[in-house]
């Protein structure tokens, strides 16, 4: 162009250098600009992911498929009845059907060795339940017709040392070794003057009560090579063992088990008792149950170890810990959405009470009033995580099988008819 003009050879110059100049100043320019974007955009984006993180709660980067065929061994005395609440509001969000006890049984067959008998409409429906929780005496064989192939199974122990005064308390009135001592210290002092053989079948949740819901003897001997073959046994047949007394790990180590949802484990204490009810056991009582109960002792120490050692591998703990302070919170949240007392009170204290749980032996099983004026979505939400274990089995029971005769429960179940 400066050559058609006819400018002077200086000018030319000067103008061709001006032009390289503005050109390095544009491309500089735009440069920091795509640099700004960049940063600005990442910026954006790692915020996104890290709300998106803590919305779900430290999911897996590996993508996963939720677990819907699901067989929960349920053990007495270990909050299992809180499971077995998370495990029924899971089947109905997903419309699973469940297991559930035939006729008017209430738990499936228990104390008898489980039996395909035992299940509402088995003939019927066959091998295509999704999820099984109620009480049983576990029997492999017979479980798995009735559970799919693909079934992840799980269980729940607990300390055999607190979980032989509940089951003093709370089956008192029900267990001929327990019902003629003063308290469980006088009890643990000379088990063998309570504990008569002819009674065995009523006497299971005096000794050794885990070691038999697994489906093993009770009173077996407590011989090294008998006692790792069970151990080995239950670690095929079950993919994972929770502990009691680390509950809200296990919940942790149970959703990433079965990629589940925080509000899939979610949870309010169930079946739980007032601590006004729980007896102080004397040092030397402590040490015996160690050895009358020495069955499930080594269970529960075999176990509590494999359970450290999953979540180390799965998880690990400075992630299992910020997941369990979410759960935590979310169920706070839950507790000032639903709650009226924000705690669990004492049967006397139960307003209505269709949500009044079965009260066994001298043990005061606590319940929940939920608050007025909560919107039906909310209402029924909160209604189906404080609902005792008895009246939500009932309740399935009616919309699975509605053809079928209602089970007797003795209390006013007919609000949750509508849920």
């Known amino acids: 162009l400066a050559f058609r003009e006819g400018l002077p050879d200086e000018n030319l110059l000067k103008l061709f250098f001006l032009s390289r100049h503005i050109k390095c100043l544009l491309i500089f320019s735009l440069s920091l600009g795509l640099i700004f974007l960049s940063g600005f955009f990442h910026m954006k984006n790692r915020n996104y992911i890290t709300s998106k993180r803590h919305k779900e709660l430290l999911l897996p980067s590996m993508p996963c498929h939720a677990k819907t065929n699901v067989m929960f061994l349920k053990t007495h005395k270990t909050a299992s009845s809180t499971v077995l609440n998370v495990m029924f509001r899971f089947a109905e969000k997903y419309n699973l059907t469940v297991a559930l006890p035939a006729g008017q049984l209430l738990h499936l067959g228990y104390p008898k060795t489980f039996l395909t008998d035992f299940v509402e409409e088995f003939e019927a429906i066959g091998q295509n339940y999704n999820i099984m929780c109620n009480h049983l005496r576990f029997n492999p064989s017979e479980v798995q017709k009735v559970m799919p192939a693909n079934t992840f199974y799980f269980s729940i122990l607990r300390n055999p040392i607190p979980l032989l005064e509940s089951s003093y308390v709370y089956y008192k009135d029900a267990v001929p070794a327990f019902r003629f001592s003063k308290d469980v210290n006088e009890y643990l002092a000379s088990p063998m003057k309570y504990y ?36 080995n046994e239950i670690e095929q047949n079950f993919h994972l063992i929770l502990i009691a007394e680390y509950f809200d790990e296990s919940m942790i180590l149970l959703r990433h088990a079965l990629c589940w949802d925080l509000d899939d484990v979610v949870y309010f204490k169930l079946n739980s008792r007032s601590q006004d009810t729980v007896q102080t056991l004397t040092p030397e009582s402590e040490e015996q149950i160690k050895a009358w109960c020495s069955l499930d002792w080594q269970l529960y120490l075999h176990f509590n170890h494999t359970f450290w050692r999953t979540i180390e591998k799965t998880i690990g703990l400075k992630d299992l810990e910020k997941e369990v302070n979410h759960l935590r919170m979310r169920q706070k949240e839950l507790m000032q959405t639903c709650l009226s007392d924000q705690e669990a009170v004492g049967k006397d204290h139960i307003k209505n009470k269709a949500f009044l749980p079965f009260q066994s032996g001298a043990a005061n099983i606590l319940g929940y009033n939920l608050k007025q004026d909560l919107d039906n979505r909310t209402l029924r939400t909160c209604q189906k995580m404080v609902m005792p274990e008895l009246q939500y089995t009932s309740y399935l029971h009616t919309v699975q099988h509605p053809h079928k005769e209602r089970k007797q429960l003795g209390w006013h179940w007919t609000s949750f008819q509508k849920m």
């Open 196 to 231: 008569h053989w002819v009674d065995n079948k009523k006497n299971m949740y005096a000794r050794n009560i885990m070691w038999y819901d697994f489906g093993y003897d009770n009173n077996a001997g407590v011989s090294k090579r008998y006692v790792q073959a069970v151990l």
